[in-house]
């Protein structure tokens, strides 16, 4: 270790104590990737810090040693967000798990970064509210997470991205500067700048949140949950076109391949879906009663239309969430099916979705892939899930390839590489596809405005510095990355 | 700009462009410029520092893209509100945001915020951008599609920046249906207390209104709004909360006049009495969504710039003389550093005023 490195890791270790600081290799190992398990690398230690002060302390030290950082919460990070791409310390917020205010009239709150999504919906429970971006790994991510990676969920169809429910946040920049973005009247001061919903989504490298204000939604006066099973994927795409359609605006709409239903059906996560459906269609209806009653009815009509095999109708609690069991468990589910899953994040205009899948389905059998869809139909937000044995390595570049052709296949239709999970590690090469080199060093002028000396999660978002030259390459990168077996540079 | 009403700060030229390389040439010269739309909101916004030239994006005016089924449009900055909502009518879509003039200014001005308790902001219905650095660079941010996490948001600090970082060249917008059913309600002359008593109801409930106003004087108040849905549940929601249904809302603009000038403040609700007790007897207010609005001599909007950050909020002045227009409460040093540090990467030769 070099003496510079002693030094700072005496320090911290003085400042957190053994328990709080970790830098034995063992207890290092659980941080050496995200839920993106391709990319891996152990951070240098690990630091745990409990309040903003302490966080304003570890950074400031790391920043006289001129040591890199990354803030990290749970590590359900898709996209290699948490994962360090160079020696550098880990700020974990899994001691930050205050719920610090609530004010149940103004529906607002302000949390700790570490507060896990769901114990915040927990916490305002009694005063009927809840917190409405939930990501389906809601019983474990933190609100950090959520602001950093501006995470969606099945039901940001009708009520929007993290980002629109997140006020402010008190944010420890790089240098250990603390700033006050936004406040609980609102994201913008009066003749300011929205700089938190530009730090919203910044993937850990603006900075690490300390206090995040959120608004809370009330919750409804009553929903309904609807599961069509259809013959075919066309025609359950084709139903939740019919429902946007009509004008109807639902809270969820998540269609499952039979792929899917089989690696559900035959887990823990089991939720009776018909077995021999191509693909069924999750509806959520929510709002006051006489709207919802209504509005499912015509959901029933409009699926029937499509020659639904069979539609469930759920309105107990209980009921509902028997039919979301097998939806909120298909990841897990789908661990049954090899030892690592690719999550891919690709979204397409909705009445692109059925092409696409098409097209998708062609990839996976070009690649040799075990391919499985589950998607958030309304927003158009594909999440082909790859299962695979990472220990191959032949496989695992199959892997990979195919995920960059389906994510060409996404934009080409007029659509994004990421919907929810961001860019992270994984990624980098990927944002060639969407962005120019224009469209990057603009992006790069911004984040040194956070981040001047790149040192808070380095190697995330946007490639390293030496940009243009990179930036100019990156066709080529693709292309080699498209075909493996074709010659580097 | 307004017909009739000259601008109060010094211009020495116009320039209207009609499409991207035209806009380049018009900013090239790098003599200070005030980028503005059809020019209705200058007078609500600070006075430049130094005489401008101004670059009017009123002539890139095109729908370029209306993709009913997907729930999104493309435009040029210059299309007005209204010809936008004739088209979006067509389809039984909307554009679910409050403003008037292009669509640029409405989002670069970002005046009013959230129409009610619980609504969206303007911002999240703003998926993308294309855009120019007054250096030329042309770039884009976010995407056409509902979803969208890839890069950093610029369009989002774009929303409410006044031109201040650079030229937005398209829109790409969120659409929604229309909606179902719409009941305008205004309930007027109430005492302070219990319009402010009807206002708490109807925000703590799981449906509030979509547009939710205040308006009037202390003791005179009108609680007026919009409720949208289904059929059903409107009509059972107004009887419920005793509302009185109406054919339009009154309109009482509250503006500037001599000794007057309008305050616009952001404030938690609970905050709206102690901002009252601030304001004369017989002064005209609005609060809609977490915006209070007033127009009060100068000393009483110093104080109110002033109060605001122990309410947990901030003020500006939206209207009245140049010099004192754009004066905002005082916020975190740290943050005011930042945007400053953003406008200058971005417009590192200042030219954008
Ligand atoms: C089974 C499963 C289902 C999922 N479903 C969804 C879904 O439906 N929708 C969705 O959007 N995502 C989903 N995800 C992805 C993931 O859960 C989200 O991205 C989540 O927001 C990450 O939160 P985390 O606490 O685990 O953050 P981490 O993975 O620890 O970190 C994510 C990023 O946030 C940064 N970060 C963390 N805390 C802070 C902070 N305080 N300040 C600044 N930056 C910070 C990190 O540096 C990193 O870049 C899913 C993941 C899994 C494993």
Redesign the pocket.
Known sequence: MLPSMEALFGELTRRFGPKRCLTQPESLLAYEC??FTIHRQRPLAVVLPEDTEEVVAAVRLLHAHRVAF?????????SG??TPTEPLVILD?ARMKRVLRVDPEERIATVQ?GVVNLDLTRHVRAHGLHYAPD???QS???I??????N????HCFKYGMTTDHVLGAKVVLPDGTLVELGGPAGARPCGGLDLTGLFCGS??TF???TEITVRLSPDPESTVTLLASFRSMRDACGACSDIVAAGLVPAALEILDKATIGAIEASVYRAGYPADAAAVLLVELDGPAAATEADAEEVLMLCRSRDAIAIETAHSPEDRLRLWKGRKGA??AMGRLSTDLYVLDGVVPRTRLIDTLETITAIGAKYRVTLTNVFHAGDGNLHPNIAYDGRDAEETQRVVAAGMEILRTCVAAGGSITG???I?SEKLDHVALMFTAEDLEVMERVRSVFNPDGRC?PG?VLPTRNSCAEVGRWPEMVARVLDPGGPSP | MIPGTPLDYPVVGMTTVSDAAQLRDALAAGDPVRLVGGGSKQLQLPAPDQPVRLVSLAGMDRILRLEADDLTCSVQPGVQRRELDAELADRRLCLPCRGTGTIGGIFAADAEGPSGAGQPSPRSLLLGVSAMLTEGLAFKSGARVVKNVAGFDLQKVFVGSRGRLFAVTELHLKLRPIPRAELHFANRDLTTVAALDLARRLRATSTPPAWLELLGIRDRVTVQGTLRGHPRHLDEFAGRHGLKPCEALPVLPIVAGEHREVVRARSPFAAVPRLLERVPEGTLFSVTGSTFTVAVPPPIADALLALLPELQGSAEIVAGAAPRRGACSARDPHAAQLEHALRHALDPRGVLR
């Open positions: 995200d839920g990354l803030p990290r919460g749970a590590g359900t990070g898709l967000g948490a917020t970064p990501p389906s790994s474990v991510c933190t950090g997470g959520n602001l950093a990676e995470s969606g969920g099945p993937e850990g900075g690490i949140a990841f897990g929810e999970h961001g992270g999660n995330k």
